[in-house]
């Protein structure tokens, strides 16, 4: 059996959250899953480009400044 995939995992932790959510309507659900997900991947590129910001915007597909504003903004980089 082929392990799930990345959206496979994202799909059933998703509908985790409306279960646990019951009755309650979600707000912001965009920006909080964008947030819950841009961090770790920042965290995860950036160690395995060995801290070269040019190299993880490469892989990332950013431009090297707003991958510094992304860093910075989750508390990943010194200001």
Do not use: I
Request: proline letters at 6%.
């Amino acid at each position: 059996m082929n392990p799930p995939t990345l959206p496979d995992c994202v799909r059933a932790n998703l509908e985790a959250y409306f279960a646990d959510l019951g009755d309650t309507e979600p707000a912001n659900l965009h920006d909080m899953l964008v947030r819950a997900v841009e961090k770790p991947l920042l965290e995860v590129v950036m160690a395995r480009a060995r801290g070269n910001q040019s190299r993880a915007a490469q892989w990332l597909g950013l431009n090297r400044n707003t991958l510094r504003k992304k860093l910075l903004e989750h508390g990943l980089l010194d200001g």
